[in-house]
């Protein structure tokens, strides 16, 4: 009979948080045994994921990127290639292309007091088999959305369509919309990518959306980094454009949310010289709400304005009342021609990759669980999730949590601990909304999620700088981490 699989930390996902994981415990705990289990057939989460046309990053790549490894390439914005590129060297120079399981989705995670382990179910994605690995450390570094659908409103008549309807988490690889007139539904990240990249072909794209979005054109390339990388060292250089960033990003969101009606002024006052003359911009892009109450979206190098201002793109602010063979009839009365309908309507949010968690055999409600520095739940021992930030870059968060999750191994193995779990004194702390956000994704599910508490350390600062001192320099005995031997 042979044994059970056993590792120290299992890492769920090979996407940009599962990839830092793995190279932070092979630095700061090489005493660790460690694997990653991948439900796709390639690294890279979300880059190796979505394929619509234009895929980019809505941060720059000295902050997106990892601590450990400088970004050289000329654009600060970089489109997904260049992005999978970054990610395969940083696999294949941290030796960790054996450590990773390549169509392995977990499906349910039993924490087991008694064993001081969790015992986590795999799928085999070829052959729908199951297998079972235990671990003392759960790492979810599974991201925040459904991968099998994304959010997608029930339009009416939405059946009548004679042409493709997309998802762009869902893109069809053989999709043709050159020479045709395309519609794209929403006003996101994702809508105001896609537009400017379908432009270059499509006959006409429109951007159709229910209220306008903060839209900011950006050089695509950061002079400074390109400066410094000429006369400096690369990690110098990098740590140097990387702070420069942090800093200048924190300040920025500071400014929303203590002056927000002078950031939004100044917003808008960059429009006008971007836009054809007379373009209604208090109608389509005049947001109701205040600057990083919701994303503020990038137009690199004024891609986004520079397709409406040659013609081949232009923004539709209205509702839709219903869908019709050959397009959508608008509630102002106006009908928008399409032979392509792209339903950029966001993400559908979930909890751990919908992983079904059980400890000692009573299921997890997501619900009910209080957020622990942005990285763990009350009430589930060894568990670690990383989560990025809604007002900086991804990564920045999930580098913090992968070091965290090393000082936690190494304080255990010296101490000969078995268990720790966030405990909080209900007596003392409030529950609140995971995320002070308004986006609609984040909205739709904040009831499901878990919740964040009225004090620390059980609130979700969306400050790194904050977050360095909480994670690296605090310690680990606060009184809200109970250990057990």
């Not at 190796?48 to 450990?68: A, C, E, H, Q, V």
């Not at 090393?406 to 209900?426: G, I």
């Amino acid at each position: 009979m042979t044994s059970m699989a056993h590792s120290d930390v299992l890492i769920i996902g090979a996407g940009i948080s599962g990839i830092s994981s793995a190279f932070h415990l092979q630095k700061h705990a090489p005493q660790a045994s460690f694997e990653i289990l991948e439900r796709g057939d390639s690294i890279g989460g979300t880059w190796n994921l979505f394929k619509y046309p234009g895929i980019r990053s809505d941060s720059d790549m000295y902050t997106l990127g990892f601590s450990f490894r400088p970004w050289r390439d000329a654009k600060a914005i970089a489109d997904a290639p260049a992005i999978m590129n970054y990610l395969r060297d940083a696999v294949r120079d941290g030796n960790l292309d054996k450590k990773i399981h390549f169509g392995k989705k977990v499906v349910e995670a039993k924490w087991s007091t008694a064993n001081g382990k969790w015992f986590v179910t795999i799928e085999d994605g070829a052959t729908g088999e199951t297998e079972t690995r235990s671990c003392k450390f759960l790492h979810s570094c599974a991201g925040y959305y459904n991968y099998d659908q994304g959010y997608q409103p029930d339009f009416p008549g939405f059946e009548n369509f004679k042409g493709p309807f997309v998802h762009p988490q869902f893109w069809p690889e053989d999709l043709d919309y050159s020479g045709k007139k395309v519609v794209v539904i929403g006003s996101g990240a994702t809508a105001v990518t896609l537009v400017p990249a379908m432009a270059e072909t499509a006959e006409h794209v429109t951007m159709l959306q229910r209220s306008p979005t903060y839209i900011v054109s950006r050089p695509s390339e950061d002079a400074f980094a390109n400066f410094t990388r000429k006369y400096l060292p690369a990690r110098l250089a990098y740590g140097l454009t990387r702070w420069k960033n942090v800093l200048l990003g924190r300040f920025f969101f500071w400014l929303c949310r203590t002056r927000p009606e002078l950031v939004k002024r100044r917003l808008l006052e960059e429009l006008p010289e971007q836009l054809p003359l007379g373009y209604d911009i208090e109608k389509h892009l005049t947001p109701r709400y205040n600057p990083w109450d919701q994303r503020v979206c990038l137009a690199p190098d004024g891609d986004f304005f520079a397709a409406i201002c040659n013609g081949k793109a232009d923004i539709a602010t209205d509702h839709i009342e219903e869908i019709q063979e050959n397009g959508i009839k608008l509630k102002s009365g106006d009908f928008l021609e399409a032979d392509v309908i792209v339903s950029a309507t966001g993400l559908d949010l979930n909890f751990l990759g919908n992983i079904e968690v059980t400890v000692d055999n009573e299921p997890v409600e997501p619900a009910n669980l209080l957020n622990y520095k942005g990285m763990m739940y009350s009430g589930i021992p060894n568990l670690l999730a990383s989560f990025g930030y809604t007002n900086a870059s991804w990564t920045l968060r999930c580098d913090l949590t992968s070091k965290y999750l090393c000082r936690l191994v190494n304080y255990m193995d010296r101490k000969n601990l078995s268990r720790v779990m966030p405990t909080p004194d209900m007596g003392q702390v409030e529950y609140e909304p995971l995320l002070d956000f308004s986006s609609g994704y984040v909205v739709r599910k904040s009831a499901e999620l878990p919740k964040q508490g009225s004090i620390k350390p059980w609130v979700m600062y969306q400050n790194y700088i904050a977050d360095i001192f909480l994670t690296r320099f605090s310690a680990l005995q606060d009184g809200a981490l109970k250990f057990t031997k």
